[in-house]
C-alpha cells in the first residue's frame, strides 16, 4: 500500500486554506508599516529609519514524537531553531534573538534540558541569542511524558536589502543545497507509513545506521550560507524547502512564474530509498524536501557569482531547476 499525507491525518490542501482563512482575518484590521504578513516565509514590519524587522514561528512537528520514543530529544533544539531561522533568512534577515515555548505534561529537567541545550548551541551557531521563552506544565492536557515545542525568532534587514523576489524572471536557475534528510515535515506520513508497519526504531539500516538515527537527523541551518549568498547582492529570492515540498516552497518566492524541477539532478539522502517502498514518488515530492533544504533564485550570469560565495561556506550547491511562466 502507498500512503499518502491525506492518509496520515494531515492535509496540506486544508492546510494552505488555512492560511487564506487568516489572511482574510487579518486583513480586516490596520496594517500600518506592515511589508509582508502571512504567508510568506517570515513576516515583516518596517521600522521609522529604514531597517525592517523580520518575524516567524513554528515548532517541530510529530517528529518530537519519534524522538520521545527513541529517547533522543537534543536534537529537537536544532530542529526548533533552523524551522525558524532558515526562514527568517529568506529575506535577507540576520536572526538577533529567538524565543521558546515548551509545553509538558511533567516536568523533568534531566529529560528536558537536553531540548535547550540543543536550542542554545544552534543558536549560537546561527549569530541569534536565545532571549527568553516559556515553559508550562500542563497535566491533563498532555500525558506525563508527553512534550510540545514552539519556537519564535526576530531579525533585522536594511530595507534597500531585502530579499522579496520581485526581481525574479524567466529563465533564472534554482539552486540547491542539501539537506540533512527528512529535516523536521512529513513526520505524520512516516509515521504512519513506516512505523505504522511495526518497524523497530532500533533496528538498523543496510545493517549500519540505526532507523531512529536516520529520522532523527536534525534540520540543517542555512543562515551562515543564506546571508553569505545575499552579500553577493546577486540572489534575488531564497526558498526554505519545507512542509509542501519543493515546488509549493519555491513558488511562494516567484510570483506568477513556477519553477520547473529536474528531479533526477541531485543525490537523496538515504531515508527516502527506504520511505520509497511504503509513499508514492509524487506523494514525496509534494511532502518532503527529498534533498533538497533551501534553494536561492539567481540570474544565469551571476551563478558562478553565488556558487563562489556558497563553495566558500564548505557547501556543494546544485542546479535545482529554472523559472518558466
Known amino acids: 500500500m502507498a500512503w499518502t499525507y491525506e492518509q496520515s491525518g494531515v492535509s496540506i490542501k486544508e492546510g494552505n486554506a488555512w492560511v487564506e482563512t487568516i489572511k482574510k482575518i487579518v486583513g480586516q484590521a490596520p496594517q500600518k508599516n506592515v511589508v509582508a504578513s502571512i504567508g510568506g516565509f517570515a513576516g515583516l514590519y518596517r521600522l521609522p529609519r529604514s531597517g525592517i524587522i523580520a518575524a516567524c514561528c513554528d515548532g517541530v512537528g510529530t517528529k518530537l514524537e519519534i524522538a520521545r520514543a527513541a529517547g533522543k530529544v537534543r536534537g529537537l533544539g536544532q530542529d526548533l531553531v533552523a524551522m525558524n531561522v532558515n526562514d527568517l533568512v529568506t529575506c535577507g534577515a540576520r536572526p538577533l534573538f529567538f524565543l521558546d515555548y515548551l509545553a509538558c505534561g511533567k516536568l523533568e529537567a534531566p529529560r528536558l534540558s537536553p531540548v535547550i541545550e540543543g536550542v542554545v548551541e544552534a543558536c549560537r551557531e546561527c549569530g541569534a541569542v536565545l532571549l527568553g521563552g516559556e515553559t508550562a506544565e500542563m497535566p491533563g492536557v498532555y500525558p506525563p511524558e508527553g512534550f510540545d515545542l514552539a519556537g519564535f525568532a526576530v531579525g533585522l534587514v536594511n530595507e534597500d536589502d531585502l530579499i522579496d523576489g520581485s526581481h525574479v524572471a524567466e529563465g533564472d536557475l534554482l539552486l540547491g543545497l542539501p539537506s540533512s534528510g527528512l529535516h523536521s515535515n512529513g513526520f505524520s506520513l512516516v509515521r504512519k507509513a513506516l512505523l505504522g508497519e511495526g518497524a523497530d526504531l532500533a533496528s538498523t ?121
Open 205 to 325: 539500516i543496510d545493517g549500519t545506521t540505526r532507523l531512529d538515527d536516520l529520522l532523527l537527523m536534525p534540520t540543517r541551518l542555512y543562515v551562515n550560507q543564506a546571508l553569505a549568498a545575499a552579500a553577493t547582492g546577486k540572489v534575488k529570492a531564497m526558498a526554505h524547502i519545507t512542509g509542501g515540498g519543493l515546488e509549493e516552497n519555491v513558488s511562494r518566492v516567484l510570483g506568477r512564474l513556477r519553477p520547473a524541477v529536474d528531479w533526477g539532478n541531485w543525490e537523496r539522502p538515504s531515508v527516502y530509498g527506504l520511505l520509497a517502498s511504503c509513499i508514492d514518488e509524487m506523494e514525496m515530492r509534494q511532502v518532503f524536501n527529498v534533498g533538497v533544504g533551501f534553494v536561492f533564485i539567481v540570474s544565469p550570469e551571476d551563478l558562478s557569482t553565488v556558487e563562489s560565495s556558497l563553495l566558500s561556506c564548505g557547501e556543494n550547491p546544485f542546479i535545482v531547476g529554472e523559472v518558466h511562466r
